[in-house]
């Protein structure tokens, strides 16, 4: 495990949150794409060196764009240090929960006198890690630990643009369509939202 020295942020990190009341998509400076879950707050730092963010509470789903600078997010008593990854991450209590949907991950369990990796983890596998020192096994993912960014949303003889632009809001894959003119069709039921693809 490659240590990145004492956690700093070299200039305050910009705060997103989500209200209580809804997700929220963000881009991040680098392109990187996250979706926090109603209530949730993350701290992102960006600078030449390192790219570090903050889980401070709730969940959300990175898609963390491969980059030259290392990635790095702490949630609860874990850090995860990637050079591109899509992650799910959850905090709680002096807990978090890992699912690396995509990519590499290293973990790292901090504390303020201890520093140790975790268990390794391949595409779709969740860690666990609590206040016990040693972390649950790794275990896969299940559809229901996965299935958070899905919503139904429902409309009313909308515009099929509009129906869209709040599923391009709320997914990570964008849709895009073939003419124009097909933004003006009239769309009235109710959607699974967040899984664009």
Do not use: C
């Amino acid at each position: 495990l490659t240590g990145l020295g004492a956690w700093n942020w070299r200039r305050a990190p910009i705060a997103f949150v989500a209200d209580q009341g809804r997700s929220r998509a963000i881009t991040l400076a680098d392109g990187s794409r996250a979706l926090l879950a109603r209530g949730s707050r993350l701290e992102v730092s960006f600078d030449q060196d390192h790219r570090r963010m903050a889980l401070k509470q709730g969940r959300m789903r990175l898609e963390l764009l491969r980059d030259q600078r290392p990635g790095v997010v702490r949630a609860g008593p874990v850090e995860v240090r990637t050079a591109g990854a899509t992650v799910d991450l959850s905090v709680g209590r002096d807990e978090a929960r890992v699912i690396l949907l995509a990519g590499r991950v290293q973990l790292a369990r901090y504390d303020a006198d201890d520093e140790r990796s975790l268990a390794d983890l391949q595409p779709g596998e969740l860690l666990e890690i609590g206040r016990v020192p040693e972390p649950s096994e790794p275990r896969q993912a299940t559809a229901t630990d996965l299935a958070w960014p899905d919503m139904m949303i429902s409309f009313n003889d909308a515009p099929l643009a509009e129906v869209v632009a709040r599923a391009n809001a709320l997914g990570f894959a964008r849709i895009e369509l073939a003419e124009p003119s097909l933004g003006a069709l009239r769309v009235t039921g109710a959607y699974r939202m967040g899984d664009n693809e």
